[in-house]
């Protein structure tokens, strides 16, 4: 089946700067990749996705590049605000499941 | 809008017990899903519907049972619950008849089995 493998798995930025978090995936028939923000005591909730037949996607101060080549995808955030403090996830989709990596817990120090 | 509906928020059963999570949604989505969410793992699937009457396994559902006799409603029932499951559990549901489009996820069961 699919593995997908997330980096960093914590991650500190001064507030104001970027955060960039990266995945893996290891089946090339995947076509969907979705980023998931999890805050505390709630459940995961989408903030960007990523279909296999573009590049790259921006929203506001997000981003998210995918190179099939390489079967990698990653998140960008700019400009970080405290609120952005959370879990982050990737997943992949294949035939319809999604399989998702680890999370990163990101931090942002005011 | 409620969207995805879990109850209950927390349990605590022993060793052996038997319990249903309940999941519904409101936005007439035809795939939905559990799944549980353990340090460091992730959240890894259970088993999934992409519609009444249709259930599938996911990559861990030993221990489990599911089954959607509405569009709304998706239990999960633990048979004989075990240390093991203790977890938090997530439902999610997503339109169309897969996870290929926005997932909504509920709050989360967190189950603690001693």
């Given at each position: 089946?699919?593995?997908?493998?997330?980096?960093p798995?914590?991650?500190?930025?001064?507030?104001?700067?970027?955060?960039?978090?990266?995945?893996?995936?290891?089946d090339?028939a995947?076509?969907?990749?979705?980023?998931?923000?999890q805050e505390?005591?709630?459940?995961?909730?989408l903030?960007?996705?990523?279909?296999?037949?573009?590049?790259?996607?921006?929203?506001q101060?997000?981003?998210?590049?995918?190179?099939?080549?390489?079967?990698?995808?990653?998140?960008h955030?700019?400009?970080?605000?405290?609120?952005?403090?959370?879990?982050?996830?990737?997943?992949?989709?294949?035939?319809?499941?999604?399989?998702?990596?680890?999370?990163?817990?990101?931090?942002?120090?005011? | 809008?409620?969207?995805?509906?879990?109850?209950?928020?927390?349990?605590?059963?022993?060793?052996?017990?038997?319990?249903?999570?309940?999941c519904?949604?409101?936005?007439?989505?035809?795939?939905?899903?559990?799944?549980?969410?353990?340090?460091?793992?992730?959240?890894?699937?259970?088993?999934?519907?992409v519609g009444?009457?249709?259930t599938?396994?996911?990559?861990v559902?030993?221990?489990?049972?599911?089954?959607?006799?509405?569009?709304?409603?998706?239990p999960?029932?633990?048979l004989?619950?075990?240390?093991?499951?203790?977890?938090?559990?997530?439902?999610?549901?997503s339109?169309?008849?897969?996870?290929?489009?926005?997932?909504?996820?509920?709050?989360?069961?967190?189950l603690t089995?001693?």
């Amino acid at each position: 089946g699919e593995n997908v493998e997330q980096h960093p798995s914590t991650l500190s930025v001064q507030e104001g700067d970027s955060a960039v978090i990266k995945c893996t995936y290891s089946d090339s028939a995947s076509n969907y990749f979705p980023w998931y923000k999890q805050e505390l005591g709630k459940g995961p909730q989408l903030i960007i996705d990523i279909r296999s037949n573009v590049g790259e996607k921006k929203d506001q101060r997000i981003a998210v590049t995918l190179n099939k080549t390489a079967k990698h995808f990653s998140l960008h955030i700019t400009e970080t605000q405290p609120e952005d403090s959370a879990v982050y996830f990737c997943a992949a989709s294949i035939r319809g499941k999604l399989t998702f990596g680890t999370g990163t817990r990101l931090t942002i120090i005011p | 809008n409620a969207g995805v509906t879990q109850t209950p928020k927390f349990q605590v059963l022993k060793t052996g017990q038997s319990m249903t999570l309940q999941c519904a949604q409101d936005m007439n989505h035809e795939y939905m899903s559990w799944y549980r969410q353990d340090p460091g793992m992730g959240l890894r699937l259970i088993h999934y519907s992409v519609g009444a009457g249709i259930t599938d396994q996911g990559e861990v559902p030993n221990g489990y049972n599911v089954s959607r006799s509405t569009t709304e409603d998706f239990p999960l029932r633990l048979l004989s619950a075990a240390p093991s499951q203790t977890s938090v559990y997530f439902c999610a549901s997503s339109s169309g008849g897969s996870m290929n489009t926005e997932a909504f996820f509920g709050q989360g069961t967190r189950l603690t089995v001693v």
